[in-house]
């Protein structure tokens, strides 16, 4: 009898822009493992109907990306800690018995991206100043918080979003005005955007970055164009810089390893294939 063949994939609206089919395809490839791995475009009226029908169809999991992060995590069945304190999933799990685990490994994917950048980076050192206060900024504060970063300084364009996460987050966040946000990069030891400004189609980040001193850590979770305008200033001020790839493709190493049984490397060759 044929051996069943795992699916996972990842389902979005819109989806053709993912770069996870390119990953986990490689990683099946460099394996030499049974499976595959698809995009699916999934409107928000049907993601539940979907993503219940998905086990019966051989699927063995999937990531979610916009606009079901929020969505996942009340559709399952178990949900794990980090998943619960950041309000969102990006990694499903199908149980033998079809029910559905949910995990958020975006925290994990941006600590072992400046681990592996940026081996001498301690959180410890100083301050983060984070930019934006949406879903990404979520995983990362709870990721940084977790690491030993004793102080976050955050600003958003719009200021009650980033209120909300202080409220949230408690007194370890100290929100500044998104106006004032040049000035918070002075005292930080690590610099991180998490908004979309500067991606490829969007406006560039407008923060004044003079501020920023030798030796900060900066990191951009963009990675379309790979080096940014906030890498490419940091690394005129002589600032360690780490690019958004590595969180991209970090992110995806739990799920895999649930999902195929062999925990994946990200390595030089793994970019490369992403990128394409």
Not at 150 to 163: F, G, H, V
């Amino acid at each position: 009898m044929m051996k069943h063949i795992p699916l996972a994939g990842v389902m979005g609206n819109p989806i053709a822009q993912s770069k996870s089919p390119r990953l986990h395809k490689h990683w099946l490839r460099k394996y030499g493992l049974l499976g595959d791995y698809v995009p699916l475009h999934v409107t928000e009226d049907d993601f539940e109907t979907v993503l219940h029908t998905l086990p019966k169809m051989g699927f063995v999991g999937v990531n979610v990306t916009l606009p079901h992060k929020v969505a996942a995590m009340q559709v399952a069945d178990q949900v794990s800690d980090r998943a619960t304190l950041i309000g969102a999933a990006n990694t499903l799990t199908f149980k033998p018995d079809g029910s559905i685990y949910a995990d958020n490994t975006d925290g994990y994917g941006f600590i072992a991206n400046l681990k592996q950048n940026a081996p001498d980076w301690n959180p410890k050192a100083g301050p983060a100043a984070v930019l934006g206060a949406g879903g990404a900024a979520r995983a990362i504060i709870v990721a940084l918080v977790d690491a030993g970063v004793s102080e976050i300084y955050l600003a958003n364009r719009t200021r009650p979003k980033a209120d909300a996460l202080r409220a949230e987050f408690g007194a370890r966040i100290r929100v500044v005005d998104w106006v004032q946000a040049g000035n918070m990069l002075e005292d930080a030891a690590t610099v991180i955007n998490t908004t979309s400004l500067g991606m490829v189609g969007n406006a560039e980040l407008r923060v004044p970055l003079d501020g920023l001193r030798a030796g900060t850590l900066v990191t951009d979770i963009v990675y379309s164009p790979l080096r940014t305008k906030l890498l490419e200033f940091a690394d005129a001020a002589g600032c360690i810089t780490v690019d958004g790839l590595g969180m991209l493709l970090h992110q995806g190493v739990p799920g895999f390893e649930r999902w195929f049984g062999v925990r994946p490397e990200v390595d030089d060759d793994t970019r490369r294939v992403v990128l394409g």
